[in-house]
């Protein structure tokens, strides 16, 4: 017998996430139909101290626009989409600044979404992956961090400092590179990694051409995920998979008898939303006949995905019981 936790939930292979930063009214328009048509949810980074109201942030490129208010993001949100924090001000944000930048922002955004508010997302450029502002990321309780880092993230990766692909028609010079709608996935096929895409608001034409997509190209490249992915992929919100990353890092397995093992949870993080893991189970053969799992003494059917090789997904709670036997046995003491 042997049990494991899966590096990602459902046992998919590879993890697709797409961020949008600024959290622009617009994207309602433009970018929602198309998820809402493919299936895919996202995720936007909202600039706490601009909620409903007209950007205007420096020389932005997307002055004029709209920054969603507490509505925008809710809908968003019942649509299965996340809401992480871009900063209060989208200003670099020097140590004196953290407490509103970092902890401020997160209150005000939780109680504009009427959710939690798991990620960080540095605004502008790495300078905001400070050795400060990730201090206070993990002071004020946040899961991790993204950054501006082309590359994919792997299991066993560094949840403060998560790296984000560029979802651009082009990028900054002296190195410009092209809009490639197959960007990381081949890598993230074979490594088994996350990618998580960011951009900002796709419209017909790209706002700015290095800060952006357009709104075909984004339909392109989700279309491209889909049919590249195939049953592989597991697209997720971002919050969704550092829960994940985080119960599976928390979760250790005791083999207390032949057919039985017990789950704790070590050091799980308190904003840890959603505790399901999925596990595959190396049995008998005779196990794999009625492909069920006990948990708690209750059961539940289980999916044969390999000759004995069982597979099953269940929310964890420290001191859970799982077991492959008949529920008329209980487990050792």
């Known amino acids: 017998m042997q049990l494991s936790i899966s590096n990602w939930k459902h046992a998919k292979n590879w993890v697709y996430s797409i961020t949008y930063d600024e959290a622009l009214e617009e994207l309602h328009r433009f970018v929602v139909p198309h998820h809402e048509a493919l299936g895919i949810p996202g995720h936007v980074e909202a600039v706490a101290g601009h909620l409903g109201v007209v950007r205007q942030i420096g020389q932005s490129s997307y002055n004029g626009y709209h920054h969603m208010g507490p509505s925008g993001l809710r809908d968003l949100i019942a649509r299965g989409w996340g809401v992480g924090n871009h900063t209060w001000s989208h200003e670099v944000v020097q140590p004196h ?21 798991p990620l960080y997302c540095a605004a502008g450029s790495n300078a905001n ?27 066993g990766d560094e949840l403060f400092w998560l790296n984000r692909t560029a979802l ?17 996935i081949r890598n993230a096929q074979e490594e ?20 952006d997509c357009s709104e075909a190209q984004l339909r392109r490249r989700l279309e491209t995920v889909l049919s590249e992915g195939g049953d592989e992929v597991w697209c997720a919100n971002p919050d969704e998979v550092i829960y994940y990353h ?12 032949e057919n039985f093992y017990r ?11 959603c505790t ?51 529920e008329t046995r209980a487990e050792p003491t």
């Open 97 to 117: 600044m953290v407490d509103r930048e970092i902890g401020e922002a997160k209150a005000v955004l939780e109680e504009a979404c009427a959710g939690p508010v």
């Open 168 to 184: 651009h028609v082009h990028m900054y010079e002296p190195f410009f590179n092209a809009y490639d709608p197959f960007r990381n």
């Open 276 to 326: 399901t893991l999925t596990f595959e189970a190396i049995v008998p053969a005779p196990l794999c006949q009625d492909p069920t799992v006990w948990i708690n003494g209750v059961p539940q059917a289980a999916q044969l995905v390999r000759p004995r090789t069982l597979r099953f997904s269940t929310t964890v709670r420290d001191g859970l019981c799982v077991s492959f036997a008949p």
């Open 129 to 155: 992956m400070s050795d400060h502002v990730l201090e206070a990321c993990r002071r004020y309780g946040y899961l991790g961090a993204m950054s501006i880092t082309d590359d994919l993230n792997r299991p």
């Open 192 to 211: 088994g990694g996350w990618i998580i895409d960011y951009c900002h608001c796709p419209l017909e034409v790209a706002v700015h051409p290095s800060k």
């Open 263 to 273: 789950l704790n949870l070590v050091d799980l993080p308190a904003g840890v939303a």
């Open 246 to 257: 985080r119960t599976r890092r928390a979760t250790t397995i005791t083999q207390t008898g």
